[in-house]
């Protein structure tokens, strides 16, 4: 079986896709920030004949994340998929170690430059890789500001910078897609539901009575792992690339996420944000 790696397995969906993947003989790669959360999810996850391994990441650091990059390059493991899911939905407006507004960072440019460190190794898969990026229907909305993206020159609203950063990762998906045409990798983005995660009550707020909300709108986290990992290494007699996923159906983006001069633009300011 080959490896998947996976960002923000450490809890939520990601740690459900991990748990599904594994059970299903997957190797597993966490790529995780806190090492202890990781050791954590590491050890939940059904072992194979070949162990699962943690790389402790910091996708709010370029450089964490090119070393993290840099290690599974070393170790060359076949790849079945790459799932960018980890995503951070701070109270108030906070910056990355590289100067980035933090959502942006950690939801899209640590994944954009994660994705494009690995695609050489990616590429070598015999079978189909997927790059199964996460995104929410809350990306539907106004189109990319590329004016200020990173909120310098106007009030911060979080819900905002969290619509713009889910809509940077379709925009990044379907460039990706267009781009790797034709050869072993397919790339694939997806709505995965409503589900009860820290990142519904951060969204919610993070206060009093946030958990007993969310729970009443969301669905327990456990239920959004096997859609992910469904799409990562499954479905494998069909061509996903470029597809957009609402949960289990094939569905499609904002038209602000279909305009493929935002695609190429984004790209090209992502490529210079990460000095790539």
């Known amino acids: 079986m080959n490896t998947v790696i996976i960002t923000g397995g450490n809890r939520g969906i990601g740690l ?7 059970e299903a003989g997957h190797p597993v790669i966490l790529l995780c920030r806190d090492r202890g959360r990781g050791e954590e999810a590491l050890a939940r996850l059904a072992q194979p004949a070949a162990p699962h391994s943690l790389i402790v990441a910091d996708l709010a650091s370029l450089a964490s994340v090119r070393e993290a990059a840099a290690r599974i390059n070393e170790l060359e493991p076949p790849i079945a998929a790459l799932i960018n899911n980890a995503a951070v939905l701070p109270g108030k ?9 933090l959502q942006l960072a950690v939801t899209h440019l640590g994944h954009f430059l994660l994705t494009n460190l690995l695609l050489p190794l990616l590429s070598r898969s015999p079978r189909p890789c997927r790059v199964v990026t996460v995104s929410s229907a809350a990306h539907a ?7 200020d993206p990173n909120w ?3 009030a911060y609203r979080r819900a905002r910078a969290y619509q713009q950063s889910k809509l940077a990762n379709v925009l990044f998906s379907l460039e990706l897609a267009r781009r790797v045409a034709r050869t ?22 993070g206060g009093p009575g946030s958990g007993t909300l969310a729970r009443v709108m969301g669905r327990g986290a456990d239920r ?16 996903l690339n470029g597809a957009y996923f609402n949960k289990t159906s094939r569905s499609s983006p904002s038209s602000a996420a ?14 210079e944000a990460v000095a790539l």
């Open 184 to 205: 072993s990798v397919e790339a694939v983005v997806l709505h995965p539901g409503v589900y009860d995660t820290g990142l519904l009550r951060d969204y919610m707020g």
């Open 16 to 22: 459900g896709a991990a748990r599904h993947v594994a």
């Open 93 to 101: 407006r906070a910056v990355s170690r590289d100067g980035f507004e």
């Open 141 to 147: 909305g106004p189109a990319f500001d590329f004016g």
């Open 224 to 239: 959004g792992g096997p859609v992910l990992a469904e799409l990562a290494v499954g479905r494998r007699d069909e061509d």
């Open 258 to 271: 279909r305009d493929p001069h935002a695609q190429s633009r984004l790209w090209a300011w992502s490529s």
């Open 152 to 154: 310098e020159r106007r």
